[in-house]
């Protein structure tokens, strides 16, 4: 598989503030995220369940790394590590 051009392999997930975690996650396809995590809305969407500072519900504050990493929902396991849009988000305050 090619890597795009602006893909930075310097940044990694672990070395990261999860900036991604307070992204709105539409939930897609069924992964197996956990019921208490999920929230519907009055049309029947689903998304990812956030606490009040906007962070995702499913992320573990003292590891900074995701508490269903397993069953994350699509949008989260498309999301490229160090790819364009993991750059965008890591420079917004």
Do not use: H
Not at 65 to 78: F, G, Q, T, V
């Amino acid at each position: 598989m090619a890597v795009s051009s602006d893909f930075d392999p310097t940044i990694s997930c672990d070395r990261c503030a999860a900036k991604c975690c307070r992204l709105e996650v539409m939930l897609i396809t069924d992964t197996g995220v956990p019921e208490r995590f999920i929230e519907v809305d009055e049309w029947g969407s689903e998304t990812m369940s956030r606490l009040d500072d906007g962070w995702c519900a499913a992320l573990d504050r003292r590891s900074m790394s995701c508490s269903i990493y397993l069953n994350r929902p699509l949008i989260c396991r498309e999301f490229d590590m160090g790819g364009p849009d993991c750059q965008e988000e890591r420079l917004r305050p």
